[in-house]
Structures are given as C-alpha cells and as structure tokens.
C-alpha cells in the first residue's frame, strides 16, 4: 500500500510560480511512475506530467515549457514545478503512483488526496 500527500498549493496571480510536493510511503518508490493530473468541477481528471523511475518525462502539451516534474528518491518524494501559472491552470491537482498506460489514456494505482490551485487573472 502506497500512501501520498501532497502540499503546495494555494492562490496566486496569472504568472506566477508554485511548487507542489507529493510525500509517499512505501520503500518501492524509486520503481514506481509518479504523476501529476488535475480536476476542474464537471470534468474528467486531466493527466499533467510523469516521471518514471528511470526519469523519463512526459507532459501535456498544454503545460510544456511552463512545469516541471522532477523527484528525490532519498526522500521518496515527487514535485510539480509550475512556472508562469494561468487561470486556465486553476484546479485540484492530484498525485498518482504506478501508472499503466492503455491506449492515449493513463491510469494510476494510487492517489492523493488533492491540492488545490487557484490562478487569479
């Protein structure tokens, strides 16, 4: 069992910087494919950003340029660097452990429980 909490969020004006931090438990977490998404009310979870163990990096392309995934296996955590924030950004976003991967869609083992991000305009 995988435990994940996630700090970092909070209100901030379009253009600025947050970092969140995904703390987990459990010692396989060097394995494991860490992951960011974000919900908006009425929508689907939104994948964000991944990093596998071996630090291979994906990201939406809506965020490329702009966030940063990176993680500290001594510390079994994981981070979501967002540079140059938007309104658009605003959302729960969500730590995952051990994605798969079935056609376009990505799928998590384990979550969060959220933190909020809200991108003032």
């Known amino acids: 069992q995988v435990q994940l909490v996630e700090s970092g969020g909070g209100l901030v004006q379009a253009g600025a910087s947050l970092r969140l931090s995904c703390a987990a438990s459990?010692?396989?977490?060097?394995?494991?494919?860490m992951a960011w998404f974000r919900q908006t009310p009425g929508q689907e979870r939104e994948f964000v950003a991944l990093?596998?163990?071996?630090?291979?990096?994906d990201y939406v392309d809506s965020v490329k340029g702009r966030f940063t995934i990176s993680r500290d296996n001594a510390k079994n955590t994981v981070y979501l660097q967002m540079n140059g924030l938007k309104p658009e950004d605003t959302a729960v976003y969500y730590c995952a452990a051990d994605l798969t991967r079935k056609s376009s869609t990505y799928y998590a083992t384990y979550w969060g429980q959220g933190t909020q991000v809200t991108v003032s305009s």
């Open positions: 459990g010692r396989f977490f060097p394995w494991y494919t």
């Open positions: 990093m596998t163990g071996i630090a291979t990096t």
